[in-house]
């Protein structure tokens, strides 16, 4: 189960999901019924898994897109069994539990409470049986399998009220790779896919490669004098003659104010550094030991110029963040092209 929430990590969730599709991934995840509505509205017809809070308001939309809900909540069951009780077959959902993360799912005594009195309700039909790790990537081992202990708790208490069940899933990305034990029926990449990770260094990592590169063009270009400064308070000051290059991309687009007097991008294929602050539509950097820089020229946020390359982790470090926030935050404005090749 491919996970595309997020607009897909940034990259865009209606073609990834049928480039995914195309490759012959079986359903993907999403974090909400607005994000499972707009594959719907795209034409994409295979399982949709929305892995988000559901309120008892967007029970009507859930059903109208068929949606498969991870429940978290069991008041939440009678509430949509009887939403789906005019249905001609049981209506699939998901039950996330909680083991460990400390966000959504039932607890072990609710899910006590749910199977050994036998209230799941019949209406319903269910499909799967979930949890989330919290520390899959962190540097021990320990979390995740005491985690997985739990989850397995978890699946004797349906199995012995006599479900079965046909999808258990726990993994994302990091535990898809580290910890099989953690992958039962169903794993639900979401980073690996688009080319990142981060998993420490001692776990050896499958070759990634990043699927996306964040390119913009040189608008202007001017030469300012010792003392000059760039864009808002100041906060960038010439100390030789320098020529800087002015982008139209900024906040708005996902580039992170923390770059600000931190990062570079690739003009020319060499390394040019983030002058001044951020603003929300541009930005600026110092050019001045490119040489033969022009308006119009290609610059590189994300990807590879000539021998260079940023990747979505090195901004993510000068930005103090992971990966995932870098790419998902790439905004609306930010025209997606593909390449089939
Ligand atoms: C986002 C998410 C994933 C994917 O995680 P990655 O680390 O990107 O692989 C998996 N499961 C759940 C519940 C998620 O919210």
Redesign the pocket.
């Known amino acids: 189960m491919a ?1 595309v ?2 607009n897909a ?1 940034g990259h865009g969730a209606v073609e990834i999901t049928r480039t995914l599709i195309r490759h012959g991934i079986s359903r993907v ?1 999403v ?1 909400s019924i607005e994000e499972g509505a707009q594959l719907r509205h795209s034409g994409i017809t295979g399982p949709i898994i929305v ?2 809070p559901l309120f008892p308001e967007q029970i009507a939309d859930l059903l109208a897109y068929q949606l498969t809900p ?1 429940v978290s909540d069991s008041a939440l069951l009678p509430i949509l069994a009887q939403a789906a009780a005019s249905f001609p077959v049981p209506y699939p959902i998901h039950l ?1 539990v909680e083991t460990g993360m400390g966000r959504l799912g039932l607890s072990q005594k609710e899910l006590l409470r749910l199977f050994r009195d036998h209230r799941f309700p019949p209406t319903l039909q269910l499909e799967g049986l ?1 949890t ?1 790790l919290a520390d ?2 962190g540097p021990s081992a320990e979390k995740t399998i005491e985690q997985l202990s739990k989850f397995q708790d978890a699946i004797r208490v349906v199995t012995q009220a006599g479900f079965r069940v046909p999808l258990i ?1 726990a ?6 790779v580290r910890f099989p034990e953690s992958c039962f029926s169903l794993v ?6 688009y080319g990142y990770h ?1 998993l420490p260094n001692a776990v050896a990592a499958p070759a990634l490669k990043p699927v996306l590169s964040l390119q913009t063009t040189v608008a202007q270009l001017r030469t300012v004098s010792p003392g000059q400064t760039i864009s808002y308070h100041g906060t960038f000051q010439a100390r030789t003659t320098s020529k800087i290059a002015i982008l139209p991309i900024g906040y708005a687009d996902g580039v992170s104010r923390h770059l600000s007097n931190r990062g570079y991008v690739l003009v020319r294929g060499r390394r040019a550094p983030i002058v001044g602050l951020i603003c929300m539509d541009m930005m600026m950097v110092d050019v001045t030991a490119v040489t033969e820089v022009t308006v119009g020229d290609e610059v590189v946020l994300i990807g590879r110029q000539g021998s260079e390359q940023i990747t979505a982790h090195e901004v993510a470090q000068w930005a103090g963040t992971i990966p ?1 926030e870098v790419l998902c935050a790439i905004g609306p404005r930010i025209p997606r092209q593909y390449r089939s090749d």
Request: charged fraction near 15%; hydrophobic fraction near 50%.
């Open positions: 996970v929430k997020a990590y995840a974090a892995l988000g991870v996330k979930m989330h899959a990537d899933h993994a994302n990305s990091a535990a898809a639900r990449p979401g980073l690996m896919l981060t995932y």
